[in-house]
């Protein structure tokens, strides 16, 4: 079976968790760092990994943490 990968990106002034090449959000969060945390206990809990999108600056869209 294959590892979940999740994504955390931002969208329209919110934080969202969703597993990566899928557009369904599982979850929307009004700051990073709550978004952070959710991910890391639900990928712990699945047996996944995530990864972070960063918002703004040069690396703005990349992935910026697993």
């Given at each position: 079976m294959a590892t979940k990968v999740y994504?955390?990106?931002?969208?329209d002034?919110?934080?969202i968790v969703r597993i990566k090449g899928n557009t369904k959000v599982i979850?929307?969060?009004?700051t990073k760092p709550e978004?952070?945390?959710?991910?890391e206990a639900l990928s712990e809990r699945q047996d996944g990994?995530?990864?972070?999108?960063a918002s703004k600056g040069k690396n703005k869209g990349r992935f910026i943490q697993k």
């Open positions: 994504e955390v990106m931002k969208k002034d919110r934080w979850k929307s969060f009004a978004a952070q945390e959710y991910v990994s995530y990864q972070i999108r």
